[in-house]
């Protein structure tokens, strides 16, 4: 990833009023000189969102939760930086021009290019594929098909589902004609070649691997996969009908675009009802998904493949705090669930079950029964643990004092999974009472589990969005950055002292410091956007309640009072280290003249502090 360079964010900044774009996502009610809105990062009933249009940020002083445009975009919409850069610039016609590293751009170019390239293929091939199904006679079985599923062109054309046609050749002829490389068609997995791996000496030379190439989706209905921002990244390919020996589904490899079990369906559209609800429905297939989606269940997603991976997992755990699990009543849908369960647990996500009847999935039945007949089958989704409790214990004679403590041992495995300390207390209060034993004897169980070795989590990506912001630094240095943020006169005074040397002697100065050693403009609500994007998300924090803060009226006298002070509580510190230095019994004679002499100084330059303004200039 190369970085842009800080005149494109500031234009970007300049280019998005951070009033509009929030009120894009929701409304705001002006109060006074700012704007003001139910937080959409935490829980409340009264407004303690600001936004201010003078400053250009947001904060909340409820939970903290604060920053740049950029910021927002990416808590709000669950997106990395990049992305958001590249979401707010679109917005407003500009184009991002990435700046890469001079020398070492070799690889991580390449690899950019590549992506930029496969992420055109398969733009232009998700169109390709949507055309054959609408508008050529060689998707016309696919569109009985899908008509018979109830998907009607629109909908079709909003999920941009495609047909891929059952030849051998004809995505990479026509993908070669628009001029493609065979290389990149082979890079973006959907086209391969027959001897993917052992490959004789003549079918090294580009020209016999052309004839060797074939197309990995053939005769399937294409589903576009697509990236957080909506980006076709891959595709997965299902049969319209069963076939002997060939797999219902079909996904695209690994590539430079596409991680398999990081992705959800869907995400891109369902994300914004996900994180209003803060539950996910999750379903099977991509079908299903869709008719629940089309039929207005919006908070929808489908692992791609059948069970969540851990990293799927984590990402729905960004969204929502609960999972219903809704998949088909059938054994492998069970199956399914099951596998699930690990993940899901692990990420602290509530599971709850809602079981299909026999034959129906939720595509069947949403369609049958009507989006309030589902939604009513959702809430009364029972609790995984209810739910798997009876399962098992219907085989299980409960009488009989052997199955059942066998059959605890194997529950508390699955509590054992969960990891937070309060939601698996509650967890085995429920199982030991549905089991009919003591809640010790239960707990025991479950914690001879837990000190068995336990799958390492990588705690790194927890993402801090609404956590405390960073303790402010003391006062006397707030004050500093207060001014230095807000105030150009206050700022060029401050740059003109020596401040590296004597906030380099301050404990808590490193904030200070990076106001002072930026280049923004106090002024300036865009450049001060570009410097708060190079912040942590927790000075990030600290920075948007600093800029909300009433100003003082005097900035420039006041500038220069708390700079004194700091100078003084500097030279304090050192006339304090010095004196504490010159108790120390093994000191030379040298070491001891040396340290008066320190002393002195200290003392000397302390008294010409403390004279009125001026005097103690030289
Ligand atoms: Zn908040």
Known sequence: MGTIPSETIEQIAAANDIVEVIGSYFPLKRAGANFKALCPFHQEKTPSFMVSPSRQTFHCFGCGAGGSVFRFVMDYEHVDFPSAVRKLAARAGITVIEKFPAGGAGDEERQRELRQRLLKLHAEAAQWFHENLVKREVGQTARKYLGTRGITVEIAKRWQLGYATDEWDAFGNWARGRGYDVRDLIASGLVKTKDDVASSPDQATSGAKTQRSYDRFRGRIMFPICNDVGEVIAFSGRLPQDEEGAAKYLNSPETALFRKGGVLFGLDKTKRALIEVSCAVVCEG??????????????????????????????????????????????????????????????????????????????????????????????????????????????????????????????????????????????????????????????????????????????????????????????????????????????????????????????????????????????????????????????????????????????????????????????????????????????????????????????????????PAGAADN
């Open 286 to 611: 991509q079908l299903d998904l869709i008719s629940l989606f089309e039929a207005g269940i919006t908070n929808v997603v489908a692992p791609q493949g059948t069970a969540f991976t851990e990293s799927q997992a984590r990402i729905l755990k960004r969204f929502v705090n609960e999972v219903v699990l809704c998949f088909d009543a059938d054994t492998s849908g069970q199956k399914a669930a099951e596998r699930s369960l690990d993940a899901l647990l692990q990420n602290d996500l509530i599971v709850r079950v809602a079981e299909m009847p026999m034959g129906e999935d939720p595509d069947s039945l949403v369609r049958r029964e009507g989006k309030e007949a589902f939604e009513k089958r959702i809430g009364k989704a029972r609790d995984f643990f209810d739910y798997w409790i009876e399962r098992e214990t219907a085989n299980v004679d409960l009488a009989s004092f052997g199955a059942k403590m066998q059959l605890a041992r194997r529950l508390a495995e699955t509590v054992s999974r969960v990891r937070d300390p309060l939601m698996r207390g509650e967890v085995m209060n429920k199982v030991s009472a549905r089991l009919g034993v003591t809640a010790q004897d239960f707990q025991a169980l479950v914690a001879r589990q837990r000190s068995a070795p336990f799958s390492a989590r990588d705690d790194s990506f927890v993402s801090d969005r609404t956590g405390a912001s960073a303790p402010a630094p003391r006062h006397d240095i707030s004050m500093l950055c207060i001014l230095a943020l807000r105030d150009e006169t206050a700022r060029d005074f401050l740059r003109q002292q020596n401040w590296t040397e004597i906030l380099a002697q301050m404990p808590d100065a490193d904030i200070l410091m990076r106001i002072l050693e930026s280049d923004f403009r106090a002024g300036d609500a865009a450049s001060l956007n570009a410097f708060m994007v190079t912040l942590s998300p927790a000075d990030e924090r600290l920075v948007s309640s600093w800029l909300l803060q009433r100003m003082p009226p005097n900035a420039g006298a006041m500038v220069e009072e708390w700079w004194l002070g700091i100078r003084q509580a500097v030279l304090r510190r050192q006339l304090s280290v010095a004196t504490n230095q010159i108790k120390l019994s093994e000191l030379s004679t040298g070491d001891i003249i040396n340290l008066q002499k320190q002393i002195l100084d200290l003392q000397e330059q302390l008294h010409e502090l403390s004279q």
